[in-house]
């Protein structure tokens, strides 16, 4: 673990902000509520990249997530669950923070996995756990909307903390869509060619096994996994016929789940 005074991305957050950054903080290591910083501040930590934010990403435990807001409310803040599937925010005026215990397609939750393997810093004087590089990377490499992509957060993960990844970890995390990460591996040699051995042959050559052992899957209906990548740009495939790859039994979020996460499509997260 290596601890270093986590500094706010520049150009610099206004002081106001931070401020109420500092108190939601506070208020968690207070209440002793396990939680998690990622984001921005997690791309400082793990790529030494600084990038303007007003945002503070908060990762906690679904089951944790009660006790977190309660924590937040008792320092001040207003709190509502914006999409139960994922996503709660932490109001202060017209300043928010986000509480994250998933994903917007439902995949990855945060699990105690995520905490076994956080590594230490301080961020405005409060001891904090910073996302794991593998998790931050398997988060991101699921985001390729039309108007947002993290292939370049990935990429600079990978060439940052490539030699010291749990590889088999990362490799474990991503489960049946080891065809995303080979595709940000992929993708990473031909960023960054004097890189590659960031990423050891071995995984290349498992994940491309697999990928070329992978038979078309035969199904009564044929399935759409372009939703779990992006939430709007494959609705025009599900009119089509294809199943929607983030409903059961392959998928974990229900019917109201997935239509209230499109209508909000457009909307500030």
Known sequence: MRLASLLPPEPAVDAATLAHFA???????????????????????????????????????????????????????????AFPHWLAKAWSGERFIDVIFSSGNGYGPVDRGWFAHAE??????????????EETIC???????????????????LRACGDRLDWARL?????????????????????????????????????????????????????????LLSRQQYLVDLDRGYVDGRLAPGGTMTPDEVAGWTAAIGQAR
């Open 23 to 81: 108190r939601a903080l506070q208020g968690l290591h207070a209440a002793r509520v396990p939680f998690l910083v990622g984001g921005a501040y997690a791309i400082k930590h793990h790529c030494g990249i600084n990038r303007e934010t007003k945002d503070l990403d908060l990762f906690v435990e679904r089951a944790e997530l009660r006790r977190a807001l309660d924590a937040l409310e008792a320092v001040g803040f207003r709190t509502e669950v």
């Open 171 to 227: 490799v474990a995390l991503f489960g049946a869509h080891a065809r995303v990460l080979l595709s940000h591996l992929v993708l990473f040699g031909y960023v960054f060619p004097s890189e590659r051995a960031k990423v050891p042959q071995r995984v290349l050559a498992e994940l491309c096994a697999r990928v070329v052992a992978e038979a078309p899957e035969a199904a009564e209906a044929p399935v759409c996994r372009g939703t």
């Open 120 to 133: 230490g810093d301080v961020l405005l004087g409060v001891p904090v756990l910073i996302c794991p590089a």
């Open 139 to 157: 988060s991101k490499a699921f985001v390729m909307e039309r108007e947002r992509y993290d292939g370049a957060d990935v990429n600079h993960l």
